[in-house]
């Protein structure tokens, strides 16, 4: 399976290359140069790999939450990939990507994945690994003011992503010894959606270009 990833949801500007089983990637950390930057990134990385995107059997995409404008470019670049190619689009999770990169690198299997949604809120999700080490989503994804989430009471949670580094305080005021440690400084990559994106392809949880769009949490709660 030949699979193209990106992500541009967060400050981290990311693209990954899964090639039976090889992964390549590029990756910076780029506040608002992403519209510049992405593009040449994959045109690189597929020109290393001599593969046309005619030649992916898909591509799969951070789809939020995250930034607005951040999403946008995501969902756009990858919407302009598919319709020339005619390859189908996996939207991922940007909280499950968090999740999945603390068990791929450190074997994390309780993860409380949060991104700072600006307006004193966060986009939060708590996921736990299964048996073919893909994060799961318990209950659901939600934008809120840290402290008013409703944070589990059993053991051995860890936290991931800016929302831990904006909000720690009244995150871990919370969990108190429920919490084994956060990472703050972490954002969504590319190459973590791989795994999350094989099992999507898989399953045939795909869509068409078309329908390759972003997910704003936040205006779901608006809207209520």
């Not at 309780?110 to 989503?137: C, H, P, S, T």
């Not at 400084?185 to 094989?198: F, H, S």
Request: aromatic share 8%; charged share 15%; proline share 5%.
């Amino acid at each position: 399976m030949k699979l193209l990833t990106l992500d541009t949801s967060t400050d981290a500007c990311s693209c990954a290359l899964y090639l039976d089983g090889e992964i390549r990637d590029h990756s910076v950390i780029a506040p608002r140069q992403h519209t510049t930057l992405i593009l040449p990134m994959i045109a690189k990385l597929l020109a290393t790999a001599e593969l046309k995107p005619t030649q992916l059997d898909g591509i799969a995409f951070g789809c939020g939450p995250g930034s607005f404008t951040g999403l946008r470019i995501a969902a756009g670049i990858t919407q302009g990939i598919a319709f020339a190619a005619d390859i189908p689009v996996a939207p991922i999770s940007c909280l499950a990507t968090l999740a999945q990169a603390a068990y791929l690198e450190n074997g994390i299997e309780k993860v409380l994945a949060a991104i700072d949604a600006r307006m004193n809120e966060v986009y939060f999700g708590k996921y736990l690994v299964d048996k073919e080490g893909i994060m799961q989503l318990e209950d659901e994804e939600i934008v809120a003011a840290p402290a008013t989430i409703h944070l589990p009471t059993t053991q051995g949670w860890y936290g991931i992503g800016t929302g831990w580094a904006s909000y720690a305080h009244e995150l871990t005021a919370q969990l108190e010894d429920k919490l084994q440690g956060y990472q703050g400084e972490k954002y969504p990559q590319a190459r973590a959606i791989v795994p999350l994106a094989r099992v999507a392809f898989a399953a045939g949880q795909v869509v068409s270009a078309a329908d390759a769009l972003p997910v704003y949490l936040r205006n779901q709660v608006v809207s209520l």
